[in-house]
T-cell receptor, first 115, second 117 residues
Framework: AQKITQTQPGMFVQEKEAVTLDCTYD???????LFWYKQPSSGEMIFLIY??????QNATEGRYSLNFQKARKSANLVISASQLGDSAMYFC????????????FGSGTKLNVKP | SAVISQKPSRDICQRGTSLTIQCQVD?????MFWYRQQPGQSLTLIAT?????????ESGFVIDKFPISRPNLTFSTLTVSNMSPEDSSIYLC??????????????FGPGTRLTVL
């Protein structure tokens, strides 16, 4: 089974609107971490936000927030007030408590912000 | 976080040749990793670069094809050997500062875009 599933290959959003990128995960560990990365066309991977499995509050970092629903095993990224520079690939990732060395990445979502 | 640089940033190589990619970090880090990202795909972990010992390879990757060195806590190299067009990918190194907590984030270098003709 896939550890990380991103079901949206591509998304469009109007500039200044909010957008939600979906991510579901699969683990039997109680301790795990969830991450979102942004990859512009330049190819670099930029860390955006982290959510721990024991964190009771949803993580927020500026315009990024993570909608963490533990029972549903989902960790959706919400980008508020989209900007043209947000156009990029977005990857959800997870590490499990029993193997901190390994990150599992989803297939990614290509976000296009329209002016 | 850490500042990570990779050399070269891109290269075009002939099949059958080898390319060595360098990854330099501006501070000592516990863990260093090498990933491959084939065109239009997600990231796949090649190996964990261990300082002072042999790298730990993931299933499907072998030392003869992807030899890795890590002579100290700030530097690592990945060699792509006997290249074929299927090796055309972005190769990324990543680092982790502590490596003992679920929240420890992996930070990535800018990547090396490799095209094999």
């Amino acid at each position: 089974a896939q550890k990380i599933t991103q079901t949206q290959p591509g998304m469009f959003v109007q500039e200044k609107e909010a957008v939600t990128l979906d991510c579901t995960y699969d683990t039997s560990d109680q301790s795990y971490g969830l991450f979102w990365y942004k990859q512009p066309s330049s190819g670099e991977m930029i860390f955006l936000i982290y959510q721990g499995s024991y964190d009771e509050q949803n993580a927020t970092e500026g315009r990024y927030s993570l909608n963490f629903q533990k029972a549903r095993k989902s960790a959706n990224l919400v980008i508020s007030a989209s900007q043209l520079g947000d156009s990029a690939m977005y990857f959800c990732a997870m590490r499990e408590g029993h193997n901190f060395n390994k990150f599992y990445f989803g297939s990614g979502t290509k976000l296009n912000v329209k002016p | 976080s850490a500042v990570i640089s990779q050399k070269p940033s891109r290269d075009i190589c002939q099949r059958g040749t080898s390319l060595t990619i360098q990854c330099q970090v501006d501070s000592q880090v516990t863990m260093m990793f090498w990933y491959r990202q084939q065109p239009g795909q997600s990231l796949t972990l090649i190996a964990t670069a261990n300082q002072g010992s042999e790298a730990t390879y993931e299933s499907g990757f072998v030392i003869d094809k992807f030899p890795i060195s890590r002579p100290n806590l700030t530097f690592s190299t990945l060699t792509v050997s006997n290249m074929s067009p299927e090796d055309s990918s972005i190769y990324l190194c990543s680092v982790e500062i502590r490596g003992d907590r679920a929240s420890d984030t992996q930070y990535f270098g800018p990547g090396t875009r490799l095209t094999v003709l």
